[in-house]
């Protein structure tokens, strides 16, 4: 199963599980998740290839839907869950293959379409730190700076370093063999009648109007909300903004 980071204690409540986006880990979103576990139980997972889940060699969403189906069935059988990007896209699937699993859901800023840019970039960019010279992360950010990575990245990438073992927490072989995969989203009929918030960063181009037929076709039941001066990376963008709007969702039903 995936690994797993838990915040606060089981309620009356169902559990909510966050899914982190690429290069992402549960440790991201630990400020957030800690906030929210006020009034349930927050289970914030490292998606494959993530963190300290398995190492796998399909990164597919069919393939991450079916782990957060698990991870919910781990937790009682029922969850709602908010997702960031690949995460997203991995929710989204997961309603639409384990609907009876899921109560409501939070899509941030990411719609199920192809994409056609690529991340593989980041990918050379970590694979060509030194590591051999790496004893804090700072000097990892060094040289992801003398790459080229912008300032606000560099730390995030970092935070899944493993600086004792000289290591990165990501599978970047697996995850630049699926880069396709993971840019795209799996063509289906299926559609989910449950509630959905699909929340977005105003500065972000990543959820377009042009998407919404698209949206509603898989989601009947979609509400758009917008954080504004956010961009794609929303809940770093604006937390409490973020946090305020999710909950608000969550404890609407």
């Not at 839907?65 to 991870?71: F, G, N, P, Y």
């Not at 990007?85 to 800023?109: E, N, P």
């Not at 990245?153 to 370093?161: A, K, V």
């Amino acid at each position: 199963m995936l690994n797993t980071i838990l915040h606060g204690a089981p309620s009356a409540r169902p559990p909510l599980i966050i899914a982190h986006g690429l290069y992402g880990s549960a440790r991201n979103w630990g400020v957030i998740a800690k906030r929210l576990s006020d009034e349930r139980q927050v289970v914030a997972v490292d998606m494959r290839n993530h963190g300290l889940s398995p190492r796998m060699a399909s990164h597919t969403y069919v393939d991450m839907a079916d782990d957060l189906a698990e991870v919910i069935d781990a937790f009682g059988g029922q969850a709602d869950v908010v997702g960031h990007s690949m995460g997203g896209k991995a929710s989204m699937m997961l309603a639409l293959r384990h609907g009876a699993k899921l109560g409501r859901l939070v899509v941030a800023d990411i719609a199920p379409v192809q994409y056609a840019h690529s991340q593989i970039h980041y990918i050379e960019a970590m694979r060509a730190v030194d590591l051999s010279r790496v004893t804090r992360r700072s000097d990892a950010e060094a040289q992801l700076a003398d790459l080229g990575v912008e300032r606000s990245l560099q730390s995030f990438f970092t935070q899944s370093l493993d600086v004792a073992e000289k290591c990165w927490r990501l599978n970047l072989d697996a995850l630049a063999e699926n880069m396709a995969e993971i840019m795209s989203f799996p063509r289906t009929s299926a559609e989910w009648s449950g509630p959905v918030l699909f929340l977005s960063g105003a500065q972000s181009d990543y959820v377009q109007a042009q998407h919404r037929p698209t949206i509603k076709a898989h989601f009947p039941q979609a509400r758009f909300a917008k954080l504004p001066g956010a961009g794609h990376w929303l809940h770093a963008d604006d937390p409490r903004g973020f946090e305020a709007a999710v909950r608000v969702f969550l404890n609407a039903g």
